[in-house]
């Protein structure tokens, strides 16, 4: 018995320890679903995955949008989260711009804005949205787009320039 009970252990910590190396390693079901539909990108020190859009009615504006390899699961749903920065602020967003993106929060169907106070004390305005990760490599393309869209129209209303 108490050899079965160390085989178990160790099965049990050899499972652990391989899922804990998964998540420090770049996501390969995000290179094949690229791969699979031809979507130029590339990974970064972190191992997420970053896909630059160009615009559809802008050929001249593009949007960085990142595809984060490490994944959280709540029950039986594997989550992923794609986001992309639309502004970086040297100060905290004002009461309108917090107003404007808490009306468009209450009507999207797919994410949502937030605010990250990055360790230099600017501020990130990032639309993110999490998503199964069995979504088909379509899918996975239309959700990184969506948001690249989002981000680019509140970049070029805030920022004015292309810099994401």
Known sequence: MNMRKSFLFFAAMSVAAMAAWAQDQADPR??????SIGLK???NSSNNYKVVYTMDNDADRSQLVFIVSKTE????VELREI???AAVLDEYPGEETIHYILNMNSTSKIGAWAIEEADDGEFWLLYTTKVPVDLTPNGLKDI???VAE???????ELVGDDEY
Do not use: G
């Not at 995000?30 to 791969?35: C, M, R, S």
């Open 150 to 156: 989002v981000c680019d129209e509140m970049e070029a």
């Open 83 to 85: 986001w992309s920065v």
């Open 30 to 35: 995000i290179k094949q679903a690229l791969d």
């Open 144 to 146: 990184v787009y969506f």
């Open 41 to 43: 990108y590339s990974v």
């Open 73 to 76: 699961t709540y029950r039986s």
